[in-house]
Protein backbone atom coordinates (compact mmCIF):
# COMPACT_ATOMS: atom_id res chain seq x y z
CA UNK A 1 0.00 0.00 0.00
CA UNK A 2 1.45 3.15 -0.83
CA UNK A 3 -0.15 6.33 0.72
CA UNK A 4 -0.01 10.11 0.36
CA UNK A 5 0.04 12.39 3.49
CA UNK A 6 -0.26 15.83 3.01
CA UNK A 7 0.51 18.06 5.83
CA UNK A 8 2.41 14.89 7.01
CA UNK A 9 5.17 17.19 8.91
CA UNK A 10 2.39 18.62 11.25
CA UNK A 11 1.06 17.09 14.64
CA UNK A 12 -1.82 15.09 13.47
CA UNK A 13 0.13 14.32 10.09
CA UNK A 14 3.21 12.81 11.96
CA UNK A 15 1.50 10.69 14.07
CA UNK A 16 -0.52 9.29 11.45
CA UNK A 17 2.72 8.58 9.53
CA UNK A 18 3.90 6.59 12.26
CA UNK A 19 0.87 4.36 12.35
CA UNK A 20 1.07 4.20 8.64
CA UNK A 21 3.88 2.58 8.58
CA UNK A 22 3.65 0.32 11.63
CA UNK A 23 0.96 -0.90 9.58
CA UNK A 24 3.17 -1.26 6.56
CA UNK A 25 2.46 0.86 4.28
CA UNK A 26 5.01 3.01 1.58
CA UNK A 27 4.30 6.67 2.57
CA UNK A 28 4.88 10.09 0.95
CA UNK A 29 5.16 12.70 2.95
CA UNK A 30 3.91 16.05 1.63
CA UNK A 31 4.36 19.65 3.41
CA UNK A 32 5.50 23.03 2.51
CA UNK A 33 6.51 23.57 6.37
CA UNK A 34 4.35 26.20 6.73
CA UNK A 35 3.42 25.26 9.79
CA UNK A 36 4.99 21.91 9.78
CA UNK A 37 8.17 20.81 11.56
CA UNK A 38 10.84 18.22 10.20
CA UNK A 39 11.52 18.11 14.00
CA UNK A 40 8.09 15.80 14.10
CA UNK A 41 9.78 13.80 11.26
CA UNK A 42 13.49 12.87 12.32
CA UNK A 43 12.95 9.99 14.18
CA UNK A 44 11.69 7.61 11.56
CA UNK A 45 13.85 5.47 10.22
CA UNK A 46 12.42 3.44 7.28
CA UNK A 47 12.88 3.19 3.70
CA UNK A 48 9.06 3.11 3.18
CA UNK A 49 9.06 6.91 4.26
CA UNK A 50 10.26 9.76 1.70
CA UNK A 51 9.62 13.51 2.16
CA UNK A 52 8.66 16.09 -0.41
CA UNK A 53 8.68 19.64 0.50
CA UNK A 54 5.62 21.11 -1.95
CA UNK A 55 2.93 23.48 -1.51
CA UNK A 56 -0.53 21.40 -2.74
CA UNK A 57 -2.07 24.26 -3.69
CA UNK A 58 0.53 24.51 -6.91
CA UNK A 59 0.42 21.29 -9.49
CA UNK A 60 1.25 17.84 -8.07
CA UNK A 61 3.51 15.32 -9.96
CA UNK A 62 3.66 11.92 -8.43
CA UNK A 63 5.40 9.51 -10.46
CA UNK A 64 4.08 6.12 -8.60
CA UNK A 65 0.96 4.67 -7.81
CA UNK A 66 -1.20 5.50 -4.75
CA UNK A 67 -3.70 3.90 -2.84
CA UNK A 68 -4.39 6.16 -0.57
CA UNK A 69 -4.29 10.15 0.33
CA UNK A 70 -4.71 11.43 3.74
CA UNK A 71 -5.40 15.13 3.06
CA UNK A 72 -3.88 16.80 6.23
CA UNK A 73 -2.56 19.80 4.72
CA UNK A 74 -3.65 23.45 6.55
CA UNK A 75 -2.66 25.88 9.27
CA UNK A 76 -5.42 24.01 12.29
CA UNK A 77 -4.96 26.61 15.16
CA UNK A 78 -6.80 29.90 15.43
CA UNK A 79 -2.92 31.40 15.85
CA UNK A 80 -1.87 30.24 12.21
CA UNK A 81 -4.76 30.52 10.60
CA UNK A 82 -5.28 34.14 11.48
CA UNK A 83 -1.66 34.43 10.56
CA UNK A 84 -2.41 33.28 7.15
CA UNK A 85 -5.74 33.47 6.22
CA UNK A 86 -4.86 33.65 2.07
CA UNK A 87 -3.08 30.54 2.76
CA UNK A 88 -5.40 28.65 5.12
CA UNK A 89 -8.44 29.68 2.45
CA UNK A 90 -5.94 28.40 -0.45
CA UNK A 91 -5.60 25.09 0.56
CA UNK A 92 -8.82 24.65 1.22
CA UNK A 93 -9.72 25.07 -1.72
CA UNK A 94 -7.07 25.25 -4.43
CA UNK A 95 -4.87 22.48 -2.36
CA UNK A 96 -7.87 20.11 -1.83
CA UNK A 97 -8.88 20.22 -5.77
CA UNK A 98 -5.31 19.45 -6.62
CA UNK A 99 -5.72 16.59 -4.24
CA UNK A 100 -8.98 15.48 -5.45
CA UNK A 101 -7.50 15.77 -8.91
CA UNK A 102 -4.72 13.31 -7.86
CA UNK A 103 -6.78 10.68 -6.30
CA UNK A 104 -9.27 10.39 -9.28
CA UNK A 105 -5.86 10.44 -11.38
CA UNK A 106 -4.46 7.49 -9.47
CA UNK A 107 -7.63 5.59 -8.72
CA UNK A 108 -6.69 6.71 -5.25
CA UNK A 109 -8.83 6.44 -2.02
CA UNK A 110 -8.79 10.00 -0.22
CA UNK A 111 -9.77 10.55 3.30
CA UNK A 112 -10.27 14.81 4.31
CA UNK A 113 -9.11 16.22 7.39
CA UNK A 114 -12.04 18.28 8.06
CA UNK A 115 -12.85 19.99 11.38
CA UNK A 116 -15.62 20.75 14.20
CA UNK A 117 -14.84 24.41 12.91
CA UNK A 118 -17.67 23.50 10.57
CA UNK A 119 -20.05 23.73 13.13
CA UNK A 120 -19.19 27.26 14.16
CA UNK A 121 -20.53 28.47 17.15
CA UNK A 122 -22.86 25.62 17.07
CA UNK A 123 -26.83 26.04 18.36
CA UNK A 124 -27.57 22.58 19.24
CA UNK A 125 -25.56 20.50 21.80
CA UNK A 126 -23.74 18.03 21.39
CA UNK A 127 -23.12 18.50 17.34
CA UNK A 128 -24.08 15.62 15.45
CA UNK A 129 -22.69 15.56 11.52
CA UNK A 130 -26.62 16.46 10.50
CA UNK A 131 -26.02 19.87 12.10
CA UNK A 132 -25.26 22.49 9.41
CA UNK A 133 -23.68 24.65 11.54
CA UNK A 134 -23.68 28.36 12.73
CA UNK A 135 -20.49 29.98 11.00
CA UNK A 136 -19.91 33.73 10.18
CA UNK A 137 -18.15 33.69 6.68
CA UNK A 138 -16.78 37.18 7.36
CA UNK A 139 -15.55 36.63 11.03
CA UNK A 140 -11.51 36.31 12.10
CA UNK A 141 -12.99 31.89 12.14
CA UNK A 142 -14.49 32.22 8.61
CA UNK A 143 -10.99 32.17 7.16
CA UNK A 144 -10.56 28.08 8.26
CA UNK A 145 -14.16 27.32 8.94
CA UNK A 146 -15.47 28.07 5.44
CA UNK A 147 -12.27 26.71 4.04
CA UNK A 148 -12.87 23.34 5.44
CA UNK A 149 -16.51 23.66 4.64
CA UNK A 150 -16.06 24.48 0.79
CA UNK A 151 -13.32 21.33 1.38
CA UNK A 152 -15.89 19.09 2.24
CA UNK A 153 -18.27 20.54 -0.84
CA UNK A 154 -15.89 19.94 -3.37
CA UNK A 155 -15.01 16.26 -1.68
CA UNK A 156 -18.48 15.23 -2.24
CA UNK A 157 -18.81 17.02 -5.41
CA UNK A 158 -15.51 14.87 -7.27
CA UNK A 159 -17.51 11.92 -5.21
CA UNK A 160 -20.59 12.33 -6.89
CA UNK A 161 -19.79 13.68 -10.27
CA UNK A 162 -16.06 11.72 -10.84
CA UNK A 163 -17.04 8.46 -8.79
CA UNK A 164 -13.54 9.51 -6.84
CA UNK A 165 -13.55 7.44 -3.19
CA UNK A 166 -13.68 9.67 -0.70
CA UNK A 167 -14.35 9.96 3.06
CA UNK A 168 -14.75 13.18 5.46
CA UNK A 169 -13.34 13.02 9.43
CA UNK A 170 -14.21 16.06 11.07
CA UNK A 171 -12.08 16.44 13.87
CA UNK A 172 -13.03 17.52 17.58
CA UNK A 173 -9.79 19.12 19.69
CA UNK A 174 -7.07 16.61 20.03
CA UNK A 175 -3.95 16.45 22.20
CA UNK A 176 -0.96 14.61 22.36
CA UNK A 177 2.79 14.99 21.70
CA UNK A 178 4.34 16.91 18.90
CA UNK A 179 2.16 20.36 19.28
CA UNK A 180 4.22 23.52 18.96
CA UNK A 181 4.58 25.14 22.30
CA UNK A 182 3.31 28.10 20.26
CA UNK A 183 0.65 26.12 19.04
CA UNK A 184 -1.98 28.79 19.94
CA UNK A 185 -4.72 26.13 21.11
CA UNK A 186 -5.44 25.94 24.90
CA UNK A 187 -4.02 22.70 26.27
CA UNK A 188 -0.14 23.73 24.60
CA UNK A 189 -0.99 27.49 26.10
CA UNK A 190 -1.97 26.58 29.46
CA UNK A 191 0.98 23.92 29.62
CA UNK A 192 3.34 26.30 28.96
CA UNK A 193 1.98 29.74 31.17
CA UNK A 194 2.06 26.85 33.67
CA UNK A 195 5.23 25.78 33.36
CA UNK A 196 6.91 28.59 32.76
CA UNK A 197 4.94 30.43 35.77
CA UNK A 198 2.94 32.98 34.22
CA UNK A 199 -0.32 33.98 33.94
CA UNK A 200 -2.47 31.53 32.50
CA UNK A 201 -5.22 33.38 30.29
CA UNK A 202 -8.74 32.32 30.39
CA UNK A 203 -11.04 33.81 27.71
CA UNK A 204 -14.18 35.36 28.62
CA UNK A 205 -15.30 33.70 32.06
CA UNK A 206 -14.12 30.40 31.29
CA UNK A 207 -17.59 28.94 31.28
CA UNK A 208 -17.14 27.82 27.57
CA UNK A 209 -16.37 23.90 27.04
CA UNK A 210 -14.35 22.01 24.87
CA UNK A 211 -13.67 18.20 24.70
CA UNK A 212 -10.47 16.57 24.30
CA UNK A 213 -9.58 13.69 22.12
CA UNK A 214 -6.10 11.97 22.61
CA UNK A 215 -4.08 11.93 19.53
CA UNK A 216 -3.61 8.44 19.81
CA UNK A 217 -7.65 7.33 19.75
CA UNK A 218 -8.02 10.15 16.74
CA UNK A 219 -5.28 8.43 14.62
CA UNK A 220 -7.04 5.16 15.02
CA UNK A 221 -10.34 6.98 14.29
CA UNK A 222 -9.42 8.30 11.07
CA UNK A 223 -7.41 5.08 9.99
CA UNK A 224 -10.88 2.70 10.36
CA UNK A 225 -12.80 5.45 8.75
CA UNK A 226 -10.41 5.34 6.13
CA UNK A 227 -10.37 1.80 5.82
CA UNK A 228 -14.24 1.43 5.84
CA UNK A 229 -17.14 1.57 3.18
CA UNK A 230 -18.78 5.22 4.52
CA UNK A 231 -18.90 8.16 2.25
CA UNK A 232 -20.24 11.06 4.55
CA UNK A 233 -19.19 13.27 6.79
CA UNK A 234 -18.59 11.58 10.50
CA UNK A 235 -17.40 12.99 13.58
CA UNK A 236 -14.01 11.87 15.54
CA UNK A 237 -13.48 13.07 19.19
CA UNK A 238 -13.79 12.95 22.82
CA UNK A 239 -17.37 13.28 24.41
CA UNK A 240 -16.25 13.95 27.77
CA UNK A 241 -16.62 17.74 28.08
CA UNK A 242 -14.82 19.96 30.62
CA UNK A 243 -14.92 23.51 30.77
CA UNK A 244 -12.03 26.21 30.28
CA UNK A 245 -11.82 27.39 33.66
CA UNK A 246 -11.80 23.66 34.74
CA UNK A 247 -8.93 22.84 32.38
CA UNK A 248 -7.14 25.59 33.69
CA UNK A 249 -7.28 25.19 37.60
CA UNK A 250 -6.59 21.29 36.37
CA UNK A 251 -3.56 21.72 34.35
CA UNK A 252 -2.32 24.69 37.35
CA UNK A 253 -2.68 21.81 39.75
CA UNK A 254 -0.85 18.80 37.84
CA UNK A 255 2.40 21.28 36.98
CA UNK A 256 2.17 22.46 40.92
CA UNK A 257 2.43 25.94 39.26
CA UNK A 258 2.43 29.22 40.81
CA UNK A 259 1.01 31.30 37.86
CA UNK A 260 -2.13 33.50 38.24
CA UNK A 261 -5.75 32.54 36.27
CA UNK A 262 -6.64 36.20 34.83
CA UNK A 263 -9.54 36.37 32.48
CA UNK A 264 -9.58 38.32 28.96
CA UNK A 265 -12.43 39.24 26.47
CA UNK A 266 -13.74 36.65 24.50
CA UNK A 267 -12.72 36.13 20.84
CA UNK A 268 -14.93 37.19 18.13
CA UNK A 269 -17.00 34.56 17.05
CA UNK A 270 -15.28 31.79 19.48
CA UNK A 271 -17.57 28.85 20.11
CA UNK A 272 -19.12 28.41 23.38
CA UNK A 273 -19.89 25.13 23.37
CA UNK A 274 -17.83 21.82 21.46
CA UNK A 275 -19.12 18.42 22.19
CA UNK A 276 -18.84 15.46 19.30
CA UNK A 277 -21.95 13.33 19.61
CA UNK A 278 -20.06 10.04 18.20
CA UNK A 279 -22.86 7.80 17.46
CA UNK A 280 -22.06 6.77 13.92
CA UNK A 281 -18.17 6.53 14.93
CA UNK A 282 -19.40 4.02 17.44
CA UNK A 283 -22.15 2.09 14.70
CA UNK A 284 -20.34 2.27 11.32
CA UNK A 285 -16.70 2.17 12.11
CA UNK A 286 -16.41 0.61 15.88
CA UNK A 287 -14.51 3.40 17.58
CA UNK A 288 -15.10 5.43 20.31
CA UNK A 289 -11.98 7.15 22.16
CA UNK A 290 -9.86 4.59 25.04
CA UNK A 291 -7.34 7.01 26.99
CA UNK A 292 -8.75 8.78 29.68
CA UNK A 293 -7.98 12.54 30.11
CA UNK A 294 -6.10 11.95 33.32
CA UNK A 295 -3.63 9.39 31.43
CA UNK A 296 -3.14 11.32 28.26
CA UNK A 297 -2.57 14.96 29.99
CA UNK A 298 -0.11 13.30 32.49
CA UNK A 299 1.75 11.94 29.43
CA UNK A 300 1.71 15.34 27.70
CA UNK A 301 2.74 17.08 30.20
CA UNK A 302 5.97 14.89 31.22
CA UNK A 303 6.65 15.08 27.70
CA UNK A 304 5.83 18.98 27.67
CA UNK A 305 8.65 19.55 30.15
CA UNK A 306 11.60 17.87 28.07
CA UNK A 307 10.84 20.45 25.29
CA UNK A 308 9.72 23.54 27.18
CA UNK A 309 13.10 25.40 26.53
CA UNK A 310 14.40 23.31 23.45
CA UNK A 311 13.71 26.24 20.30
CA UNK A 312 12.77 23.24 17.78
CA UNK A 313 9.30 23.03 19.13
Known amino acids: MRTLVTGGAGFLGSHLIDYLLEHGHQVICMDNLVTGSLKNLEHIDSDRFSFRKHDITKYIEIEEDLDFIFHFASPA ?182 SKITFHPLPENDPKTRKPDISKAKKIVGWEPKVSFEKGIKEFIKWFRTILDSPNY
Open 77 to 258: SPIYYLRYPIKTLKVGALGTHNILGLAKAKKARMLLASTSEVYGDPEIHPQNEEYWGNVNPVGPRGVYDEAKRFAEAITMAYHKKHNVDTRIARIFNTYGIQMRKDDGRVIPTFTLQALKGNDMTVFGDGSQTRSFCHVSDMIEGIYRLMMSDYILPINLGNPDEITIIELAKYIKKITNSK
